[in-house]
């Protein structure tokens, strides 16, 4: 897996991003912002992500737009990340846009290595996935949430739930103890997604520091 690596390799703070090919030069920026906003020595590693709908996805499920299906490779990709998260002396945080943000709400219920998840516009809308985040407990103490406030106008049925499933979900995480934090972002979902995660990074890294 290609891995794009901003910042020392020996900073305190390293973020856990998937990402694919459009993010790559979007990811020095966000590492700026995010690095400005925080005063923080940290490391942003960016895992480039291939076959988005197969290496993000817990579990298969059809497809839901387009006419790509949803594969299982989540677990398969958490593993490679965790490779580089094996030094306990460093705090992790995982996040991400969209299916990445799903991606790292679930790995945050399989491990507790991350200290927190920074999870932008995350696709909750997925299915049978608030299900499992009701049968789960997030093992991170710090989890930011956003959204579009337009990204439930839309005639898709299953998408359409996503403004319901993710403000279930900030209550769930806030009963089960964490520090749970929603956000309004304005516009739909492709709106300045670098500038949301960078925001959603900053926000976790704050209660942190």
């Not at 290609?2 to 703070?13: H, K, S, V, Y």
């Not at 359409?160 to 089960?176: P, T």
Request: proline share 4%; net charge negative.
């Amino acid at each position: 897996m290609e891995i794009f690596d901003l910042g020392r390799e020996d900073a305190p703070f390293v973020l856990i991003q998937p990402v694919d090919f459009r993010d790559r030069d979007s990811l020095e920026s966000e590492y700026t912002v995010i690095r400005d906003a925080t005063g923080a020595d940290l490391r942003l590693l960016g895992f480039k992500v291939t076959d988005w709908n197969r290496e993000l996805s817990p579990w298969k499920a059809p497809a839901v737009f387009g006419k790509e299906d949803f594969g299982d490779g989540a677990a398969e990709t958490l593993d490679e990340i965790l490779r580089f998260c094996e030094d306990r002396n460093k705090t992790y945080i995982i996040g991400g846009y969209s299916l990445a943000g799903l991606f790292s709400l679930w790995a945050a219920c399989r491990t507790d290595i991350f200290k927190g998840v920074a999870a932008a516009s995350p696709s909750v809308w997925f299915p049978g996935f608030y299900e499992y985040l009701s049968e789960q407990r997030l093992q991170s103490d710090h989890v930011y949430l956003s959204l579009g406030d337009k990204e439930a106008k839309t005639r898709n049925p299953v998408m359409a739930k996503v403004e319901e499933r993710i403000l279930g979900a900030n209550r769930l995480f806030s009963e089960q103890g964490a520090d749970s934090f929603f956000e309004w972002n304005e516009g739909n979902h492709f709106k300045d997604p670098d500038l949301r995660t960078a925001k959603a990074f900053t926000w976790v890294m704050r209660r942190i520091i």
